[in-house]
C-alpha cells in the first residue's frame, strides 16, 4: 500500500470515524463531533468529511482537465490584445492605449531680463583700508545710501591709487551673495572697466553721473527700477548681466542701452569701446 492510501485509511480508519469515539490514531488525538464522519469517494478515492463535503463536493476538482481551470478563471481572463473595457468605451489594453486626459495649455512663462534682478546703485567710499599679508586687495566701506557703509573687498589696489579711490563716487552692486576674501566679509562690489593695453590689464572705475546721490538705482536707459529686488541676485543672472555690460564711445552700456540714473549717464575716460565691466 502506497503512503497515500495508508494515510486515507488510517483516517477512515480512525477513532470516531462513525462512531464518534475517541481511540488511540495518532491523527485524531481529539474526537470529531457527534454526527462527522469520514467517508471515501469510490469514483476519486478522496476522503470527505461530512455533512460539509458532501454539500461542497470538492473530489470533483481533481479528475478535471485544464479546461476546468480555465472555466473557473474565464470571468478574470481576457483574450490578449482586448484588454479591460471603459465604461465610457475607452479600452486600456496591452497596447497602453486608452482616452488620455487632455493637458491643459499653460500660459507662456514670461521672459525676463537678468539686470532686472541685478541692484545697481550709486556708492561713496568713505574709508579705504590695506588686507593683511595681501598686496592686491582694499579693504572698503562704502555708502550706499543705507543706515550703514557696507564692508567691500576690492581687487583695485594694484590698479587703482588709494587717494583716487578715498571719497570716490562709484557703481555697486548690492545684492551679490556675500562672500569672504582673505578672511574677510565683502558684501557689495565696485565695478570697474577691464581691457589690455600694451600687453598689461588696464583697470579703471565706472564714473556716475555729477548729481548723483549714494543709494541712486541705476538701470539701462528707459528701464525703471524694479519695484523689488531679489535679496540675492543668483550667479546664473549676474553672470549673465556681465556678459552684457561693456563700453561704447566713453559710455557704461548694458547690451545698447547705456546705464543711467535719475541724474544722468554713467561713462568712463581714456577706455576703448569692447573694454569689459565687471
Not at 9 to 17: E, H, I, K, N
Not at 35 to 64: H, I, L, S
Not at 75 to 97: E, L, T
Not at 169 to 198: C, D, F, H, R, W
Given at each position: 500500500?502506497?503512503?497515500?492510501?495508508?494515510?486515507?485509511?488510517?483516517?477512515?480508519?480512525?477513532p470516531?470515524?462513525?462512531?464518534g469515539?475517541?481511540?488511540?490514531?495518532?491523527f485524531?488525538?481529539?474526537?470529531?463531533?457527534?454526527?462527522?464522519?469520514?467517508?471515501?469517494?469510490?469514483?476519486t478515492?478522496y476522503?470527505?468529511?461530512?455533512?460539509?463535503?458532501?454539500?461542497?463536493?470538492?473530489?470533483?476538482?481533481?479528475?478535471?482537465?485544464?479546461e476546468y481551470?480555465?472555466?473557473?478563471?474565464?470571468p478574470?481572463i481576457?483574450?490578449?490584445?482586448?484588454?479591460?473595457?471603459?465604461a465610457?468605451?475607452?479600452?486600456?489594453?496591452?497596447?497602453?492605449?486608452?482616452?488620455k486626459?487632455?493637458?491643459?495649455?499653460?500660459?507662456?512663462?514670461?521672459?525676463v531680463?537678468?539686470?532686472?534682478?541685478a541692484k545697481?546703485v550709486?556708492?561713496?567710499?568713505?574709508?579705504v583700508?590695506?588686507?593683511?599679508?595681501?598686496d592686491?586687495l582694499?579693504?572698503c566701506?562704502?555708502d550706499?545710501?543705507e543706515e550703514a557703509p557696507?564692508?567691500v573687498?576690492?581687487?583695485l589696489?594694484?590698479?587703482?591709487p588709494e587717494?583716487?579711490?578715498k571719497?570716490?563716487m562709484?557703481l555697486t552692486?548690492?545684492?551679490?551673495k556675500?562672500?569672504?576674501?582673505?578672511?574677510?566679509a565683502s558684501?557689495?562690489?565696485?565695478?570697474?572697466?577691464?581691457?589690455e593695453?600694451?600687453?598689461?590689464?588696464?583697470?579703471?572705475?565706472?564714473?556716475?553721473p555729477?548729481?548723483?546721490k549714494?543709494?541712486d538705482?541705476?538701470?539701462?536707459a528707459?528701464t525703471?527700477p524694479?519695484?523689488?529686488y531679489?535679496?540675492?541676485?543668483?550667479?546664473?543672472f549676474?553672470?549673465?548681466v556681465?556678459?552684457?555690460l561693456?563700453?561704447k564711445?566713453?559710455k557704461?552700456?548694458?547690451?545698447?542701452k547705456?546705464?543711467?540714473?535719475e541724474?544722468?549717464?554713467?561713462?568712463?575716460?581714456d577706455?576703448?569701446?569692447?573694454a569689459?565691466?565687471?
Amino acid at each position: 500500500m502506497d503512503t497515500m492510501s495508508a494515510v486515507a485509511d488510517a483516517l477512515l480508519d480512525g477513532p470516531g470515524a462513525s462512531t464518534g469515539t475517541s481511540g488511540k490514531n495518532p491523527f485524531f488525538p481529539i474526537a470529531p463531533p457527534p454526527g462527522v464522519v469520514k467517508v471515501r469517494c469510490e469514483r476519486t478515492g478522496y476522503v470527505m468529511t461530512k455533512p460539509f463535503e458532501a454539500n461542497n463536493p470538492m473530489p470533483e476538482a481533481f479528475d478535471q482537465t485544464c479546461e476546468y481551470i480555465v472555466k473557473m478563471l474565464n470571468p478574470v481572463i481576457k483574450p490578449k490584445g482586448q484588454g479591460v473595457k471603459k465604461a465610457d468605451g475607452g479600452d486600456a489594453g496591452a497596447s497602453g492605449q486608452g482616452k488620455k486626459k487632455e493637458k491643459k495649455p499653460t500660459a507662456p512663462v514670461e521672459e525676463v531680463d537678468p539686470v532686472e534682478k541685478a541692484k545697481l546703485v550709486v556708492g561713496k567710499v568713505v574709508e579705504v583700508g590695506h588686507v593683511e599679508n595681501s598686496d592686491k586687495l582694499y579693504l572698503c566701506q562704502v555708502d550706499v545710501g543705507e543706515e550703514a557703509p557696507r564692508q567691500v573687498v576690492t581687487g583695485l589696489r594694484k590698479f587703482v591709487p588709494e587717494n583716487e579711490l578715498k571719497d570716490a563716487m562709484v557703481l555697486t552692486i548690492v545684492n551679490l551673495k556675500p562672500a569672504k576674501l582673505a578672511g574677510q566679509a565683502s558684501v557689495a562690489m565696485i565695478l570697474a572697466t577691464e581691457y589690455e593695453a600694451e600687453g598689461e590689464t588696464k583697470v579703471k572705475l565706472v564714473r556716475v553721473p555729477e548729481g548723483a546721490k549714494c543709494g541712486d538705482v541705476v538701470t539701462p536707459a528707459g528701464t525703471a527700477p524694479s519695484a523689488t529686488y531679489p535679496k540675492e541676485c543668483k550667479s546664473k543672472f549676474w553672470d549673465a548681466v556681465k556678459e552684457k555690460l561693456a563700453v561704447k564711445d566713453g559710455k557704461a552700456m548694458y547690451g545698447d542701452k547705456v546705464l543711467s540714473c535719475e541724474a544722468g549717464e554713467c561713462t568712463v575716460t581714456d577706455v576703448p569701446s569692447g573694454a569689459s565691466i565687471k
